[in-house]
């Protein structure tokens, strides 16, 4: 996705340049919190992931 957001032309209106911003702001928040989601994960034992994702 930052790939495609580079290739792209520059904002021509303060309000795309926000939009731009607001959306890549997401994105680096959506990607740190998939961060910490797989270490949480990559953390538990067998035990806590069946009781985790409640399996039986």
């Keep these: 996705m930052f790939l495609v957001m580079k290739k792209e032309e ?3 209106s303060r309000e795309e ?3 731009r911003a607001i959306l890549y702001h997401i994105l680096m928040d959506m990607e740190e919190f998939l961060v910490y989601k797989q ?3 990559r953390s538990l034992d067998e035990r806590q992931k069946k009781l985790y994702w409640k399996e039986k």
């Design 10 to 12: 520059l904002p021509k």
């Design 17 to 19: 340049f926000e939009n």
């Design 39 to 41: 270490r949480f994960v």
